[in-house]
């Protein structure tokens, strides 16, 4: 079993930056996809990035290409979600996920470990 806790969300600008963190109790550097999804009031839960750890490869949602930044600190099992020039349709509750699998799936419905959420608001 493993836990997860976000930190890092607030309210900004839009155009500003915020970085978010994921703190596993486990290691994350062994076949294990971590990533980030948002989910918006009334809106469907998505997804925004996702690493496999073993080798540090990311992928990103188009929406936030060239805007975010999935990466990870092995040493501290933690999963950074830097996140640049913010827009209003950004805000939304950012859960960190977790999965024991060779590829990262692309829907949330494959990953069974999840943090309590973060809320993020960009005015």
């Known amino acids: 079993h493993v836990q997860l806790v976000e930190s890092g969300g607030g309210s900004v600008q839009a155009g500003g930056s915020l970085i978010l963190s994921c703190a596993s109790s486990?290691?994350?550097?062994?076949?294990?996809?971590m990533g980030w999804f948002r989910q918006a009031p009334g809106k469907e839960r998505e997804r925004v990035a996702t690493i496999y750890t073993r080798v540090g490869s990311p992928d990103y949602a188009d929406s936030v290409k060239g805007r975010f930044t999935i990466s990870q600190d092995n040493a501290k099992n933690t999963v950074y979600l830097q996140m640049n020039s913010l827009k209003p349709e950004d805000t939304a509750m950012y859960f960190c996920?977790?999965?024991?699998?060779?590829?990262?799936?692309?829907?949330?419905?494959?990953?069974?470990?999840w943090g309590q959420g973060t809320q993020v608001t960009v005015s």
């Open positions: 486990g290691a994350i550097d062994s076949r294990q996809c």
């Open positions: 996920a977790a999965a024991y699998i060779n590829s990262c799936p692309r829907t949330s419905d494959g990953y069974p470990f």
